[in-house]
């Protein structure tokens, strides 16, 4: 029995294990959606929830917080994008949907996405806009004149 047992060993020692949750919440962050396996997808859930409330709150304590967990371009799409647009919930930000199982070994496979996924999408989009102009092109580059021998 695992009473009182937390967590999910995964087949994994401890380091390697934090390394896999961190690349999937990262991946999760920055793509809105991972294939895995149901067992990494229900690891990670809760890991995701506690590191959107971190989000929510946006202090500079909390800021520090999720750079040592994530990568940094991880950490500014969850502050800038998905917590604002999940501030009026308090739990349950992901949802896993069942997708069969893998031909290889059988494992069944979920995907793991945002519950408010198109809202979310939709102002990454809007943000990705505001910082591109429209239409300017980048300055072509001067070549120095070589003088001819």
Same mark, same amino acid.
Not at 3 to 29: P, S, Y
């Given at each position: 029995? %695992? ?7 995964? #087949?994994?020692? $401890?380091?390697?294990?934090? &390394?896999?949750? %961190? ?5 999760? +962050? !920055?793509?809105? %959606?991972?294939? @895995? /396996? &149901?067992?990494?997808?229900?690891? +990670?859930? *809760?890991? =995701?929830?506690?590191?959107? @409330?971190?989000?929510?709150?946006? /202090? ?9 967990? &994530? *990568?940094?371009?991880? !950490?500014?799409?969850? /502050?800038? @994008? =998905? ?6 919930? /308090?739990? #349950?930000?992901?949802? =896993? +949907?069942?997708?069969?199982?893998r031909l290889g070994d059988s494992a069944a496979m979920v995907l793991l996405e945002w519950v408010e996924r198109e809202a979310i999408e939709n102002?990454?989009?809007? +943000? ?6 429209? #239409?300017? $092109?980048?300055?072509?580059?001067? %070549? ?6």
């Amino acid at each position: 029995m %695992r009473h009182r047992v937390f967590g999910r060993k995964l #087949g994994r020692t $401890k380091d390697e294990r934090r &390394l896999l949750f %961190r690349n999937l919440v990262g991946e999760f +962050i !920055v793509h809105g %959606r991972i294939k @895995t /396996t &149901l067992a990494r997808a229900k690891a +990670i859930k *809760p890991l =995701i929830d506690k590191l959107v @409330t971190k989000a929510k709150k946006a /202090t500079n304590v909390q800021r520090r917080a999720l750079v040592k967990v &994530l *990568p940094k371009e991880a !950490v500014v799409i969850l /502050t800038e @994008t =998905i917590a604002p647009q999940l501030k009026n919930r /308090t739990s #349950g930000f992901a949802r =896993i +949907i069942h997708l069969g199982e893998r031909l290889g070994d059988s494992a069944a496979m979920v995907l793991l996405e945002w519950v408010e996924r198109e809202a979310i999408e939709n102002r990454k989009l809007s +943000i990705e806009k505001k910082d591109k102009p429209v #239409g300017v $092109k980048p300055a072509a580059k001067k %070549r120095k004149a070589v003088p001819k021998a």
